[in-house]
């Protein structure tokens, strides 16, 4: 029945195709969570579900404890509040009030409705905003504030969402930590009383922390309750997860109130970021498979949404800074001939950058390196086969270089205090429409005049002393979110003007990685760590909450640079096959025969990446104990292909089998599989592979097909 209201429109009942969303909205502003999980069969059923309210004490909220879905502060309530605003003369804790909602059409398989709440004299709007994607079973949500008419309005805190679960006897969080070199990493921990709280205050997404959260409630990968959410925003952001005394859970997140001010004059409005929200009863899989179908329909961006990701050639670990046109051409010769289809200078083309020392900002090709500008390269990498791609940082300007010769005052700085240089390089006020402009003026020289159908943009900082001399406290607090803005308004501005360049998102590796991000880049570099073990919980962490298809995986030379570990080059390449495959190694020394291997792999991968990049993934090892295989299964969505990864991930006590139970198979239909035996998808999914596990560093990758009548 999609969105409708019950108990004289006191309810609101949010549906999808298998899921139901309800609110209970109070005249007084709040809006109370009533129930969230699978969809009821009759409107009796959302009639008859209890709001919970219960007021043990005078410690306690004013109008009881219960679920909240909307919460202003202000008043006797004591969890994170979805919006803190006051006035510039100081009127804190507005008397909001319901005024209303509006519910649209449906477009784009997508709902909306929007709750109304105003401040008693009308001078305040608040947009409490659902976009319910009923295939999907995703509900989008984010508010946007008005100041109609009031004074200037100070915003505080204003998140993107709330909601809470009901008490019950136990829930379990799960989340990703890490660090440089180490993202991604699965934490999963009982949610007990107090609050956590996980965040970035570094002004891009962050390697430490990443704004995607699941709940459940003992849920395995098959089964089990889970909700879970993705926040799209690339800046600073917060998430917290508290149980109170009664046993709610209270989550609410969005943008980080940390340094965070909105000053809005009369007549402006503040969107918030979106947070889409899921709830399943299928376990892990079940929640991943709805959240990665979920951005390859609405959130991964056009025109190369479709298009399967070309195997690249990045030059970084074989070249360095130390770029020409000549090593450059003799790396294009080895990556066209091992089967890449598009060839990636990284830094060190431009300005007099042989270090990390000097020139960003400085975006005109180094004539040492490049006498006759990149043009010549370009044409030799494409009469290869190959598309070409370039390296660029635009947020960022060393000291050293004439941009910040011209232009100290576009850095972020604090009046006495010196800058903290990190790598050697400072951040551009990305906010400053100046800054944007020469940014832009760069690209359009560059991917305007040269055949560059591929950025890879980096961001090799956090931010720090964001401030700005000359301007009010209040206006440098929005500073973190406006570096957002205009970085979402450049990213914008190349897939308007260039809409045939894909670009991949980087931050020394994984530390810009969200929906916001990703709904205006092609994919994403998951690590600047490129050991094939490593990668794999690095991997398989991110499999929780992105799409394979997205996430961009090298192989490289070994031993690797960042532990001198010595992987085979077949472990290397499975490793990196699980997603977008790259190349990133000095081909110049590898053996004879570790090209041709390589190109063997490269050809191999050609062949199933359908079913890599456009199914759907399934982590059959993610329950097993030991965790000394990892074993990662890929699926046609109609059933008719798959894929599976078998690693070697710590073998110990010597050799034994194991059995691999796939899934996601038509159970009656034959499956022909690449070590040779045909059997019925039942068969391949109750008694599956065995797998006699010998020896370290041992792989396989088995097909199954299914077989036509
Ligand atoms: C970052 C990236 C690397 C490489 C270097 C270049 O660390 O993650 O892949 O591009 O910058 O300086």
């Known amino acids: 029945m999609g969105i409708f209201q019950l108990k004289n429109e006191q309810r609101l009942v949010l549906e999808t195709k298998e899921t139901a969303y309800v609110i209970d909205i109070h005249k007084h502003g709040h809006l109370q969570h009533v129930y969230w999980g699978e969809k009821l069969p009759e409107t009796a059923d959302y009639e008859a579900l209890q709001s919970i309210v219960f007021s043990p004490s005078s ?128 934490i999963q921990e ?65 943008i980080n109130d940390f340094d965070f001010m909105k000053v809005l004059q009369p007549g402006e409005s503040f969107p918030t970021p979106v947070f889409y929200l899921g709830y399943t009863s299928k376990g892990f899989t079940g929640m991943s498979h709805q959240a990665h179908r979920f951005q390859r329909k609405h959130i991964m961006p056009e025109p190369h949404r479709e298009a399967e990701r070309k195997v690249l050639y990045n030059s970084w670990e074989a070249t360095y800074f130390d770029v020409s046109e000549e090593n450059q051409k003799a790396l294009a010769d080895e990556a066209a001939t091992i089967g890449c289809e598009r060839f990636v200078v990284d830094d060190g083309w431009f300005g007099k950058r042989n270090s990390d020392q000097s020139s960003l900002g400085d975006w005109e090709v180094n004539q040492d390196k490049f006498p006759n500008g990149l043009d010549p390269l370009i044409s030799y990498v494409k009469e290869k086969g190959m598309d070409f791609g370039i390296w660029l940082e635009p947020e960022m300007v060393n000291k050293d270089s004439r941009l910040f010769q011209e232009h100290p005052e576009w850095v972020y700085h604090f009046a006495t205090k010196d800058q903290t240089t990190a790598r050697n390089q400072l951040v551009l006020q990305f906010g400053r429409e100046d800054v944007r402009t020469y940014v832009k003026n760069m690209l359009d020289k560059l991917l305007g005049s040269s055949d560059i159908s591929f950025i890879k943009w980096d961001m090799n900082r956090s931010l720090s002393e964001v401030g700005r001399i000359g301007a009010g406290v209040g206006e440098q607090k929005q500073l973190w979110h406006e570096h957002v803005e205009g970085l979402y308004d450049v990213f914008d501005y190349i897939k308007n003007a260039y809409p045939h360049v894909l670009v991949e ?205």
């Open 59 to 186: 410690f306690e909220a004013t109008r009881g404890v219960m679920g909240y879905d909307y919460i202003p502060w202000g008043e006797m309530v004591y969890t994170e509040p979805t919006l803190k605003a006051s006035s510039a003369s100081g009127e804190r804790g507005f008397k909001w009030e319901y005024a209303g909602l509006d519910i649209a059409a449906e477009d784009s398989g997508k709902q909306q409705v929007v709750i109304k709440l105003q401040d008693s004299l009308g001078r305040y709007q608040v947009d409490v905003t659902y976009d319910v994607f009923r295939q999907d079973d995703i509900i989008a949500r984010s508010q946007t504030i008005t100041n109609i008419k009031g004074e200037a309005l100070y915003i505080e805190a204003a998140r993107s969402m709330q909601v809470s679960l009901p008490p019950a006897s136990w829930y379990n969080l799960s989340h990703l930590a890490g660090k440089w070199v180490g993202e991604f990493q699965l």
């Open 190 to 254: 009982e949610i007990r009383e107090g609050r956590k709280t996980i965040d970035s205050r570094r002004g891009n997404t962050s390697h430490h922390a990443n704004p995607w959260f699941a709940i459940d409630q003992g849920a395995g990968e098959d089964s089990g309750d889970v909700w879970f959410g993705h926040l799209a925003y690339s800046g600073n952001w917060d998430l917290h997860v508290e149980k109170d005394a009664h046993g709610f859970i209270h989550v609410c997140g969005g």
């Open 505 to 709: 998102t980087c931050s020394g590796g994984g530390g810009r990685i969200d929906l916001g991000v990703l709904q205006r880049t092609d994919q994403f570099w998951t690590s600047d760590n490129t050991d094939a073990r490593d990668r794999l919980s690095i991997q398989r962490g991110c499999s929780y909450a992105y799409h394979q298809k997205t996430m961009m995986c090298w192989v490289t030379d070994s031993p690797n640079w960042l532990n001198q570990r010595t992987v085979p080059l077949k472990y290397r390449f499975h490793s990196a096959m699980m997603g977008g495959l790259g190349i990133g190694g000095n081909l110049h020394e590898w053996t004879k025969e570790e090209k041709e291997e390589a190109a063997h792999w490269i050809t191999f991968y050609k062949h199933i990446r359908p079913v890599i990049q456009e199914g759907l993934a399934y982590r059959l090892t993610a329950t097993h104990p030991k965790k000394e295989t990892e074993i990662m299964q890929y699926v046609r969505e109609d059933g008719s292909r798959s894929v599976v990864f078998l690693l070697e991930n710590g073998l110990s006590f010597g050799p034994h089998p194991v059995q691999v139970k796939v899934k996601g198979l038509d159970e009656n239909a034959r499956y022909y599989s690449s070590d040779g035996t045909t059997a019925t998808g039942a068969f391949w999914m109750n008694h599956g592979l065995i797998w006699p596990l010998n020896e370290e560093y041992q792989c396989e990758i088995i097909e199954l097909s299914k077989v036509e009548d």
